[in-house]
């Protein structure tokens, strides 16, 4: 196997890696996953979940994701979307 091949299995694994971390915490924080879109062109990518209550959707960094960010994330945009209706 090749150097260049070994670097391209080891980044699949990270990214799988981290698409499983991302969706647990949505889970846990009480979102619904969308996924993760890649920041080409930004220096970090982004998870994508939508709010249960509003279905609005919602983004957090790769790098700073946790369930606590995603509930006061959902929360905040819950509270934003009453005080527009």
């Known amino acids: 196997m090749t150097a260049q091949k070994r670097r391209a299995e080891a980044y699949e694994h990270y990214k799988q890696d981290v698409e499983a971390s991302a969706r647990a915490c949505v889970e846990e924080g009480e979102g619904i996953w969308v996924g993760i879109q890649e920041g080409e062109g930004l220096y970090t990518d982004l998870v994508l979940f939508n709010s249960p209550q509003t279905g609005s959707t919602l983004a957090l ?17 819950d509270a934003a979307f ?4």
Request: hydrophobic fraction near 15%.
């Open 61 to 77: 960094k790769t790098t700073e994701i946790t369930p606590e960010k995603v509930r006061e994330k959902i929360r905040r945009s």
């Open 82 to 85: 009453r005080r527009t209706q």
